[in-house]
């Protein structure tokens, strides 16, 4: 009898049914240095919960179907009334109220709440990165909101609520909700002091009425935005709410819905004010200073959104070459394709453990840390995520042709990589942000300094490197046009000084040969062939 011609040979199995956090060496690690004794196992069984969710075969399948059905515009019911809502598949639901009920949101409200928080946006990223967005701005609303005490006490318990109450309704009815953002206007873009929506005064103390649009607002099914408008005293922060106190709907017209590069799960609308009511957000006129609470920690979710999406395509590209063969034997085992798969698993860990380090050090709140923010949060912004596309380009190729077919999951991947390095500011705007600290906040830069030199002495390359770093800092003639390649040095001295500290020698060893060494070609798969690169990619295999 003849052979079936549908037999199915050397193709990986799927990788499901996995802990995506235990699975993650680095993560975990990174977890465990981080978290006090006391808490750890506790935080640990947590994030492993999450992580066999995030590996399960639903999520996967709740996450293809969220993909595969966009959310839609209704601007009017079937009468003709204007309603202005978005329609999201139950998928989607699902996996947003998934994301809330592990905490997602809950970040301020719990010890070592900023680490453990961060783990988990890490993970849950390698799910279905869309829903990100609204977990992202209902968790960075807060601090935000914390410069009106009397605004905070009323939507603080609301934004950091583990149920996910997706109804449109007035807040005071919810047990929990939801935050949007809307910043961006047409002729504004990043520079928001550009901004035209106007704010007018209202009797009601705090209360105004705005006018005008906003060229982006993201997660438009959200209970309540936070928005910059110009108040007679000039850029003012403001909570524009969906539903009003009465039941009545704000004025808040839904132009059309982004058709953009990335997740399809997620919407991004074009919004019209029209005597929309608001409330106002801290002082008239200091509105940048408010909101730049709120986008210091969206800024930190750009990395951990990008580190997650960097270790998803990790992961999958070596779970595929562990199991594949060509040409006598398997992939992973191939020395060309070894090093390929350990440059991308360097690239992986350094995002990790720098993201997982900034979130320490935003629990800790202490000085000395909340100055080292002030230039590691923009650099690690500018260099992680301008790193996660060409990875995820990478690994999919490692796939073949299979990692260009959308049930692979790495287009998704793809098309996703890019957004993190333009929201929140685009990577001119992160650089522009390093230089204004080194030239304005000596204290930022000395606490990087006292950071990036606990590991002085370990590698004569990364010393070297923070050697060099210094003799560029102490000319900063001309500085402005040559502030990328700056601050893509501070990034990786960092990074660096991490992974000689806490990383596994192999793993230090060829990040410091290849990053900080410069014997590393300009695209990955060029490492120095003496390293011991199958160390590397086995500690990034998804295997617990």
Known sequence: MAASTHTVTNQPPPLAGYD??????????????????????EVRGELAALGRAAGSAQLQEWAAQAGENPPR??????????????????????????GVSAGLTAAWSRPAGQVRR???????????????????????????????????????????????????????????????MG??????????????????????????????????????????????????????????????????????????????????????????????????????????????????ATRLDCVLGSAGLMRQAVAQAVHHCAHREAFGGRLVDKPLMRNVLADLALESEAATTLALRLAAACDDGGEQE????????????????????PLAVEASECLGGNGYVEESGMPRLVRESPLNSVWEGAGNVQALDVLRALRREPQAFDAYLREVGLARGADHRLDAAIKDLLTDLADLAGVEARARRLVERLALVLQGSLLVRYAPPEVADAFCASRLGGDWGTSFGTLPHTLDLASVVERARPVE
């Open 370 to 389: 909340r100055a080292l923010l002030r230039i590691a949060v923009p650099a690690a912004k500018y260099w992680v995520t301008k790193r996660c596309a």
């Open 183 to 296: 910043m961006t206007e047409k002729q504004g873009g990043s520079d928001v002091r550009a901004n035209t929506t106007a704010a007018r005064p209202l009797a009601e103390d705090g209360a105004y009425e705005l006018t005008g649009h906003k060229w982006f607002c993201s997660a438009p099914m959200s209970d309540a935005f936070l928005v910059l408008a110009q108040a007679p005293a000039g850029p003012t922060c403001f909570l524009v709410p969906r539903v009003l106190a009465d039941g009545a709907r704000n004025v808040f017209r839904l132009q059309r819905l982004k058709d953009k590069l990335g997740n399809r799960s997620n919407a991004s609308a074009e919004v019209e004010f029209d005597g929309t009511w608001a409330r106002r957000v801290g002082e008239e006129g200091r509105g940048v200073r408010t909101i730049i609470e709120m986008v210091a």
């Open 73 to 98: 515009l209704r601007t009017h019911d079937r009468y003709g009334h204007r309603i202005d809502e978005v329609d999201f598949h139950p998928a989607w639901h699902r996996l947003l109220g998934k």
């Open 118 to 180: 961060a783990a988990a946006f890490l993970v849950w990223t390698q799910v279905e990165a869309g829903t990100c967005c609204p977990l992202s701005m209902t968790h960075a609303a807060v601090p935000a909101l914390r410069a009106d005490p009397a605004l905070a006490a009323e939507w603080e318990p609301r934004l950091t609520s583990v149920i996910y109450d997706r109804e449109l309704r007035p807040a005071g009815e919810k047990p929990g909700a939801l935050f949007g």
């Open 20 to 41: 995506v956090f235990t699975a993650d060496r680095a993560l975990a690690e990174a977890v465990g240095r981080h978290v006090g004794a006391e808490l750890r196992d």
